[in-house]
């Protein structure tokens, strides 16, 4: 197995917009970032990856861009990200770039310009068709709900965009803008930057003749996911820029199926680091993306088992719970009642035990939860608004049901304001937050992590030294023991002659569990308990919610 830093290395991720604010405006931005780089750094961080921080008019929160080499006014300037960089880089830490390229927003130059006219040197940067019979194109619909197409009257054509309207597709088969986005590329690599996490980078290839697709949930999947130039266009994208530099990079694959993910996160290097895999993700979907249904742990475990085994040795794996556009881990895997810190602790004993990169995405570290908005107005994300819309304004869905969905699924539950102590608007900004702080901060914040040893904050802080004191944790292979345990998750992971054996409890009950046989309990050496002090195995078992990590 080649070593990396960047196979060792823990990510945590920013989301700008409601880290920190240092200006009281109620926005997160750059010099917020800048005053908790310290913080960051105790809790053992190696790379920092920041959600889009470039100019944009903000329909999608920062991933509709409208210049690429500036940085959005509300987060700053570009000397505070410079200051922003060069701290990071002088506490030893890494920053990656959030790169996203499927599409732009149409108030960028490139999209003012390609509207223009039908020759318009830029029209080709962006993909536009003929209507058919006074309608859409063909039936691809948006992830964002609604067609995938929108009519622009000055050239009586339609553009696709596979997100907002407000984010029209660029178009990767023009070469010309593959190089645009190259230069871009290096103009923050040359800047010092570390890498990049590119948005759903499995997008960029359509099918040509942009046919119909099956209907479905997101009509068109067939012709846009992973389709059939991608790999080319990112072995031609490592060999123009990643490869001429040390760095590290993820992409962002919605439903990657695994001989894909195989091929963008291959070992030889020709195309990215690694992906991120949503099998885990849609789990717990029933019909629909907007609803849901519980997962019993066996099929949890079959997902990660069966990621953790096909790519060994072929690619390696990213590791994540959750990020800005899903729930909070604590509210969807764990309990965030009476066993929040229990259940969050051995939900991250888990991440931090598998074989790939992980990713804490920020609040995770004191077990931030859910939030409960009474009404549809207090959500701001484009996703659930067009949702509402067409489900509830246009539609005839019961609007309870659906509320109750979106108070579940909704990505603003990532995105409420982070939680740093018990004053008002939870220390993140001393004006209105642009996005209600959740009311539990007076309980959960950082400031009490900080004053109680036997919070989740120092937990995880213990697991990031304990899996970099140990490479098994890192780089072993992995064997799952008794998938068919509906409490247990119990698996061990083996490199140059050591053996780290993990038992998670995902229940609030008491199981028993004895050690496998063949395993020399005698001589296992308890690594990590999320319960303080005491020894676990001993009395054959394990206490709600517990984990334990042996190193033999
Ligand atoms: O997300 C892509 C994506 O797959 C989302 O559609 C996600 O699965 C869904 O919203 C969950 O409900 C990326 C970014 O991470 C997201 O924030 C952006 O809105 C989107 O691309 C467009 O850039
Ligand atoms: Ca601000």
Request: proline share 5%; with cysteine.
């Amino acid at each position: 197995m080649n070593k990396a830093w960047w196979k060792e290395a823990v990510v945590y991720q920013i989301y700008p917009r409601s880290f920190m604010d240092s200006n009281g405006d109620g926005i997160g931005d750059l010099r917020g970032v800048i005053s908790r780089l310290d913080y960051l750094k105790d809790l053992g961080i190696d790379v920092i990856w920041m959600s889009p921080c470039y100019k944009s008019p903000n329909d999608d929160n920062g991933y509709d861009i409208s210049d690429y080499r500036d940085i959005m006014d509300e987060f700053g300037t570009m000397d505070d990200f410079k200051e922003m960089l060069a701290g990071i880089h002088e506490r030893g830490m890494k920053l990656v770039m959030d790169l996203v390229v499927n599409h732009s927003s149409d108030e960028h130059q490139w999209f003012a310009e390609s509207r223009k006219s039908r020759d318009n040197p830029y029209r080709d940067y962006y993909i536009w068709r003929d209507g058919r019979d006074g309608r859409e194109p063909n039936n691809w619909t948006s992830y964002f709900y609604g067609p995938a197409w929108e009519y622009d009257k000055t050239t009586d054509q339609y553009y696709l965009h596979l997100f907002s309207k407000k984010q029209p597709d660029l178009n990767w088969e023009n070469p010309k803008l593959r190089g645009e986005i190259y230069d871009m590329m290096k103009f923050w690599l040359d800047m010092g930057c570390d890498g990049f996490r590119m948005d759903v980078v499995s997008l960029f290839s359509k099918t040509p003749g942009l046919p119909d697709g099956k209907p479905a949930e997101i009509t068109g999947t067939e012709h846009f996911q992973d389709g059939p130039r991608i790999h080319e266009f990112l072995q031609e994208m490592n060999r123009e820029v990643l490869s001429k530099y040390d760095i590290m990079t993820v992409g962002e694959t919605p439903d990657v199926p695994l001989e894909h993910a195989l091929r963008y996160a291959n070992n030889e290097g020709t195309e990215l680091n690694m992906v991120f895999q949503f099998e885990q993700n849609t789990l717990d979907c029933g019909p629909e993306r907007y609803s849901y249904r519980k997962v019993p742990l066996p099929e949890l475990k079959a997902c990660f088992s069966k990621w953790q085994t096909v790519l060994q040795d072929k690619a390696w794996n990213s590791l994540y719970w959750t990020n800005h556009d899903q729930p909070r881990t604590v509210s969807r895997r764990g309990n965030d009642g009476q066993y929040r810190k229990e259940s969050q602790k051995m939900l991250y004993t888990m991440l931090l035990t598998m074989q790939g990169t992980p990713y804490i995405y920020q609040g995770e570290e004191i077990g931030m939860t859910n939030v409960h908005f009474d009404s549809i107005e207090d959500y701001n994300d484009i996703e659930v608004k067009n949702l509402w819309k067409e489900r509830v304004i246009n539609g005839s869905a019961d609007p309870e049901v659906l509320l109750d969905a979106i108070r579940f699924r909704s990505r603003d539950n990532a995105r409420t304001p982070m939680q740093w102590d018990d004053s008002e608007n939870a220390g993140f900004t001393t004006g209105t937050p642009w996005l209600k702080v959740n009311p539990n901060y007076k309980d959960i914040n950082v400031k009490e992590a900080l004053e109680d040893r036997d919070s989740i904050f120092y937990y995880m802080k213990r697991l990031i030294q304990m899996r970099k004191a140990n490479e098994v944790a890192v780089y072993g292979d992995f064997r799952e023991y008794e998938p068919e345990n509906e409490s247990l998750y119990i698996y061990e992971r083996n490199y140059e002659g050591k053996k780290m054996f993990v038992v998670l409890n995902f229940t609030e009950n008491e199981v028993p569990f004895h050690m496998p046989e063949g395993l020399d309990a005698g001589k296992a050496v308890l690594v990590i308990d999320n319960y303080k002090g005491e020894e676990a195995l001993e009395e054959g078992m394990m206490r709600p919610y517990e984990a334990a990590v042996y190193v033999m």
